[in-house]
Structures are given as C-alpha cells and as structure tokens.
C-alpha cells in the first residue's frame, strides 16, 4: 500500500461531469491537480463546477476546510498524469477508448502509482487486459455531484492486488468519501444495478401513460426517497416488520413479490417514447438553468448531511469523521498563542441584510471550539474512547457586521478549568481588525457511556494547563461573564 501522506498531486483524464467533479472534490480536499480533456472549453467548464463546489463544502466543512489544492489544465495526458501519486481516469462508458486510454496513462506514468478508473459498470478486469501491470488498477466509482456525495465504488479486477484497492480507499477515505469495497466483480457493481432496476419500472410508467416524469419525482422524493438517504432499503423494510422484524416482513409481503407488479426488463427506447420523457422533463423544469437546479441540489444535499451530521447517522457519520480528521489537522496559523482559524465569509452565510447570519457566527465558533479541543487532544480518537466534552452554557454577541468574502480571524483564549469542567473564550476579528462577534463557552468533560461528569484524562489535563500558563498574564476579555438584559432607568 502507497504511502497516504505522500499522495500530494491527481492526475485526472476527463473532465466531464465526473471528472470535473473529481477535480472539485480532490482540490478542496487539500490535492494538486493536473488534469488533461481535449475540449477546448474544459478549463471553463471546470471553473465553474469548481464554484458551485466551493459554495457548498464552504456550507457543509466551513472553517474547518483545509487549504485549497491548485488545478492546472494540462497540455497533454503525459503532462497531467507523468508527475502525479494517484490517478483517477472518467472518461465516457465506451470500453475501447477507455482501454486505448489507459494503456497511455500506462506508458506515462510512475510504476508505482496507482490507476483508478470511474467507470460505472464496465468490468475491471476487462479493462486492464491491455495493461502490462494491471495490478496497480482499479474502479472507483463515484456518484454525481462527486464534490458532495460520499460514496465510491471499489471494484478491482482478477489481478488487482489488495494493496491498489487499500490505497484507493484510503485516498477516497481523506477527502471525505465513504468507500464501499465491492466483493464480487458484477456489471453495474451495486449501486447502479439498483438505480437501474428503478429506472426501468420509472420508463415503463411514462411509456404506458400510467405517471409523468414529475409524478413518478413526486412518489419519490415525497415518500421512499427521504428514508432512503439514512437507511436504504433492508433496515427500512426491518423497521416495517415490527418487532418480530425483517422475517416477519418477508412473511407478510413476500407473496406480493409474485405478483406481476414490475418490469424486469427495459422498454424499447422509441422516438415516441424518448420525445415524451424530454417534453415532460422540460416542462418539469420550468424554465430554471442548469446551475440554479445544480445549486438547489447541493443545498438540499448538504441540509441533509449536516442534520444527519447531528445525528452521527449515516452519511452523517462520514461528514462528522471527516470533520474531526480536517480539526485535527489545522495548523499553527501563527505565533499568536490565540490563533485558532482564519478563513472567509461564505455565499451561504449572508442573509437578506447582505451581512454574514446568525447561524453562520455559532458555526465558525462551534468549528473553533473543535479545532482547540482537537489540539489539546481531545479530537475523534478521545472521542473514540467514550470521553469527550459537553457544551453546556453559551454566550454570543454580535457587535459588528461581515460581509462577503471578508476574512476572518478567530482567537481562543482559556478562561478557566478545574478536572471536570473548561471555561474558554472565543472573538471572531474582521477584515478591518475590529471585534465583530464575541462567544463565551462552558463545557465539562463527561464519560459518554455513563452520560455524567468525569475527570479529564491526565494528559488532555496537562494539555489544558499547557494554554492556561500561555493565556495566564492576558488581561481577562471584558465581555467575559457578561448576561443579557436592559438597563433599568
């Protein structure tokens, strides 16, 4: 297996949908990227998906994204791919070209690197059967928009040795993605063998005049679709059974599934069928663009994976690991012993005043509060071990105003602290230096699994008292202690 940390530079073949998204999810992720596409037009199109991903991780990771990785349009496939550590190739489902294709990564690049492919069916194995090392080749297999979601496919070939496959997911791991590695090679790997079985019931519907193309949306997104995002379909159907569970289920509605309800198999793709399908999607669209519909997408994508972030609940688990991972690794910004982040007021943090929100000012000091828990090693893996420490009693003030794109500075200082509890003190300083939101934070440390206060582990503690010896001689924040209320005359 490849050295993870060495990993620093992608070398991207394809920059369609998929390897534009590719290249968005890689560099703000933190990686170099060199990707090569013939068309002409491939750097503005990738700029573009860029935006609309910025936008989005800047909603769902905020302060807590590392610092973006470049992305340079190469002149040539050996220019994209002849430097780079990992190789991600996306190029139409068309197995000769694809084949012809990597047999010149191949030839370009490094020996030891390994090739990964985006295909979304078509089988490993086959594909590397003109490669002389096809060992180092694999499928990773995304989903669009791949900035946002998590899942990847892993699929190797007869000769993928576990190491290629390891080092993919370990790749796709560091930039927030959920790998699932596929067992058995199989066309169509998992996940679209399933979309497809839907979207052959949902053509036959149109065909038949039984549903539109919004209705058939409608039954969707209104009904199975929102269970599906946090349990999929087995556990769903578990849930149905009752207490007496999935067997239960099985026997009350496994004889339906021999009623001659479904399709298996696809309906002729007619001219008449084909014009019925685009008409009734042009009208379901109603007249909005290509990136407002990608822009609603990647909002309603990243409510649903904060709130099941909350929930520390499927994808949400993934968002939340990812999360401790980037705090664990903020560096030292500077000398300033207060210095915690710095970063910049979002697009999707500014509210109809045109100034940066009131949740926005809680998420930059709750990504603050994690980035110092973190450094005093209290990150995931103290978590991990069943401690971890509680907000118990906030303070905010808001005293100025930001704007967009302002950068941000955000100081920690620590208060207080006995075994059990810390008293720390956060300022968000704005572009022109002044103080604009303040927040004052109690948090006790507690044993998770008995749910009650505990003392701190002895080296979290010592780490403690390593900052209360640094911010011993500042002079106490004033709005410190501070509470609400209106002056009495």
Not at 62 to 76: F, N, Q, W
Not at 196 to 216: C, F, H, K, P, Y
Not at 265 to 275: F, G, K
Request: glycine share 8%; charged share 20%; aromatic share 6%.
């Amino acid at each position: 297996m490849v050295d993870i940390a060495a990993i620093r530079t992608i070398g991207l073949v394809g920059g369609g949908v998929i390897g534009a998204g590719w290249a968005a999810r890689f560099a703000l992720a933190g990686y170099d990227v060199r990707m090569f596409d013939p068309d002409p037009a491939i750097g503005r199109k990738v700029e573009a998906v860029l935006g609309n991903a910025r936008r989005a991780q800047q909603r769902l990771l905020g302060a807590l994204l590392p610092s973006e990785g470049t992305v340079t349009i190469a002149s040539s496939l050996a220019d994209a791919v002849a430097t780079a550590d990992f190789i991600q190739e996306s190029l139409p489902e068309v197995e000769t070209l694809k084949q012809r294709v990597l047999c010149e990564i191949e030839a370009a690049a490094r020996p030891e690197v390994v090739i990964g492919s985006s295909t979304s069916g078509l089988l490993p194995t086959s594909l590397a059967s003109v490669l002389t090392n096809p060992e180092r080749f694999v499928v990773g297999h995304p989903f669009n928009p791949v900035y946002l979601l998590p899942l990847v496919e892993i699929c190797g070939g007869t000769a993928t040795t576990q190491a290629t496959k390891d080092t993919a997911t370990a790749l796709y791991t560091a930039c927030g993605m959920q790998p699932l590695q596929v067992r058995v090679e199989i066309d169509g790997f998992i996940a679209d063998r399933l979309l497809e079985a839907l979207w052959r019931e949902a053509l036959w519907l149109v065909n038949d005049g039984v549903a539109t193309t919004s209705e058939i949306d409608d039954a969707i997104r209104y009904g199975a679709g929102l269970r599906w995002s946090f349990m999929g379909t087995f556990l769903t159907y578990r849930l149905a059974g009752g207490e007496a569970g999935m067997r239960h289920f099985l026997a009350q509605f496994g004889p339906a599934l021999k009623l001659p309800w479904t399709k298996l198999v696809a309906c002729e793709l007619t001219d008449e069928l084909t014009e019925a399908v685009a008409a009734q999607s042009d009208e379901q669209a109603a007249g909005i663009g290509l990136r407002e519909y990608e822009q609603k997408r990647d909002d309603c994508l990243v409510d649903v994976m904060t709130a099941l972030k909350a929930n520390d609940f499927a994808a949400g688990a993934t968002l939340k690991a990812h999360g401790d991972r980037l705090a664990a690794r903020q560096p030292v910004l500077a000398d300033d012993p207060l210095l915690m982040l710095a970063t910049r007021v979002d697009a999707a943090w500014i509210d109809y005043n045109g100034h940066m929100t009131e949740w926005a000012y809680l998420k930059v000091f709750g990504d603050t509060t994690d980035v110092f828990l973190a450094k005093i090693g209290a990150g995931p893996d103290y978590v991990a071990t069943g401690h971890s420490f509680y907000t118990v009693e906030s303070h905010l003030r808001h005293v100025g105003q930001a704007r967009l794109g302002e950068a941000l500075r955000v100081t920690t200082q620590v208060l207080g602290c006995d075994t059990k509890r810390l008293h720390i003190a956060h300022s968000i300083t704005g572009a022109a230096g002044k103080v604009i939101a303040t927040a004052e934070h109690m948090l006790v440390h507690v044993d998770s699994s008995a749910e009650r206060s505990a003392p701190m582990a002895p080296a979290v503690a010592k780490a403690v008292a390593v900052f209360m010896q640094a911010h011993a001689n500042l002079p106490r924040p004033e709005f410190a202690g501070r509470s609400i209320g209106m002056p009495q005359s």
